[in-house]
């Protein structure tokens, strides 16, 4: 073969290949992924979910593709976001791990199905009609970390048992903070303890909430779940450490990146079975008689290099009851 027909060969070759990905790609299912957060700090979720399609019977590029789309943290991004994946025929829009995309999912379309893992009541933000029967188009996965939010201020009393005051930041934009500020509001009442709201939306309503409590050493904080706050938790751990604020929070990602505690469900299966409800909507299921799934597991985790680092003794019997002790 000569030299030029050989180059034609390998040329025509390799225009050829991406044609063929590009038919063969015509032919699958394709799930919309819509978040509210960057790509960046969901990796290992996304990972989760695609193990769930997995599970199902579905490879990413195989047999299913997957059209991503997300909002960076602008929330105002969502709605168009959302439309766009309508506009492309998509069958399944799955929206693990966010309820703002959730609810602009819902409100672009009522006939593609909907699969979410959020930790707010779907009911009440209106997702579903009901647990058991969700009816219309929507379904997935509940973690319930607002109700967890309320029980972890008793943890966090036994964690230090010397203070009555603890801080709360929680996201006013989130369509669950007010959930979450009143079932913390009732565990203080039982426990005794005073409650100091702090709100913060932005990286620097963040820091300067850390910066605050600084200044009055002593005070914990309690770190309420929201979607903005788990896309940033490399930066929070950080700034809980840099000021010496003893933190807990809901999710076990922030403990594992040094964070002192964490009690809360397992946010990595909640995608992951988000991933499995997508795979039986792609088999044909209907979301309206899909159940939505809540947790039957929550996990505490106790970072011991980070307690010894801000003084905190951990008692036995705290240790006894971690589901796992990071040294």
Do not use: C
């Not at 990905?21 to 990796?43: D, I, K, N």
């Not at 019977?57 to 168009?80: H, K, M, S, T």
């Not at 199905?113 to 779907?122: E, H, N, Q, Y």
Request: hydrophobic share 45%; glycine share 8%.
């Amino acid at each position: 073969m000569k030299r030029r027909e050989f180059i034609k060969l390998i040329a025509g070759a390799a225009f050829a290949e991406p044609v063929m990905a590009r038919a063969q790609r015509a032919t699958m299912p394709v799930v919309g992924f819509l978040h509210s957060a960057p790509p960046e700090p969901t990796v290992n979720f996304v990972k989760a979910f695609r193990r769930g399609l997995f599970d199902g019977g579905f490879v990413e590029n195989q047999n299913v593709a997957i059209e991503y789309r997300w909002a960076g943290g602008l929330l105002d991004q969502l709605p168009e976001l959302a439309a766009d994946l309508v506009h492309q025929k998509v069958a399944v829009i799955a929206t693990p791990g966010s309820t703002p995309a959730a609810l602009a999912a819902k409100a672009a379309t009522t006939t593609i199905p909907i699969v979410f893992a959020v930790g707010s009541d779907p009911v009440d933000v209106g997702l579903v009609a009901s647990l058991n029967r969700p009816g219309g188009n929507v379904t997935g996965i509940a973690f319930e970390s607002v109700e967890i939010a309320g029980k972890s201020l008793g943890l966090m009393r036994e964690l230090l048992p010397q203070e009555t005051r603890i801080a709360v930041l929680v996201n006013p934009n989130s369509v669950f903070s007010a959930a979450v500020v009143k079932s913390m509001q009732s565990g203080a009442a039982i426990l005794g303890l005073q409650l100091e709201l702090l709100h913060a939306s932005t990286d620097g309503e963040i820091e300067s909430a850390f910066a605050d409590l600084a200044k009055r050493p002593g005070i914990p904080m309690l770190l309420g779940p929201d979607a903005f706050y788990t896309s940033h938790r490399a930066e929070i751990v950080s700034l809980a450490a840099r000021h010496a604020v003893p933190t807990m929070y809901v999710l076990r990602e922030f403990a594992e990146a040094g964070g002192l505690i964490s009690y809360g469900p397992d946010l990595t299966n909640a995608y992951r079975e988000a991933g499995t409800y997508t795979s039986r909507i792609l088999k044909g299921g209907k979301p309206a008689e899909l159940p939505v799934v809540l947790p039957t597991k929550f996990d505490m985790v106790i970072n011991l290099k980070t307690a010894r680092t801000l003084g905190i003794t951990i008692s036995d019997r705290l240790l006894a009851l971690a589901d796992e002790v990071i040294q």
